[in-house]
């Protein structure tokens, strides 16, 4: 008549009505650590939904190819697109579910502060930009799970993964501006709880996965 819990259910249990964002520079492997989640907790027994980062390979082509020229609008809409997003998740864990997030404001932060520091982005344009940011009104995360990984490493996922404007796009120079940009940012949010993962091993990431043990052990770290 009852049917057993998974002996992990009760301990994560608490993990319920989260949300989780996931930062980390251009293949890192946000991705993986995602799918890798929510896989586990749901086959434990709870709900959770991983929610993938949106992109337009076609707008995303057009930005790599003249960052000077669509850097403000690319990262609007990304803006955009990520409190969209971040409604979805709010709402999903309302209900009792739990939350992961690639990426969130705080990585588009990243990425424009990058590029109004690069010049792609003008003084009026990141004025309406950091309004637009600040008149919106979302729940402070649960946590945020930084993977830390050098930027070689990352340039070789890249690589390995195929797309090609990122190829051709995105250089180690580029990489690394964004690397140290996502320090600043990252270690300046002290008011949310932060687990810094360091992401440079393998960890299976070409063959999208990661072990139990390993996911065990990070979801131990958001308790």
Known sequence: MFINRHPMYEKLRSLKGGIYIIEGI???????????????????????????????????????????SYAYFFQMMMAVKRIEI?????????????????????????????????????????KIYNNFIKNEKLLTPSACIYLQCNSE????????????????????????KLNNVYEIVILNNTNLKTIVLDWNKQLNLLDKIISEDYIIEILDLLL
């Open 26 to 68: 251009i293949g890192v492997g946000k991705t993986t650590l995602g799918i890798s989640l929510e896989k586990y907790l749901n086959d434990i027994g709870l709900k959770c939904k991983f929610y993938k980062e949106y992109v337009n390979e076609d707008f995303l082509n057009q930005f790599i190819g003249d960052m000077k």
């Open 86 to 126: 971040y409604k979805q998740a709010e709402d999903f864990s309302k209900l009792g579910g739990i939350s992961f997030i690639d990426r969130s404001l705080i990585g588009d932060i990243t990425f424009a502060t990058m590029h109004y520091n690069n010049g792609n982005i003008s003084d009026d344009e990141w």
């Open 153 to 176: 490493t990352c340039l070789n996922r890249i690589k390995n993964r195929g797309l090609k404007s990122e190829i051709l796009g995105y250089d180690i120079n580029y990489l690394n």
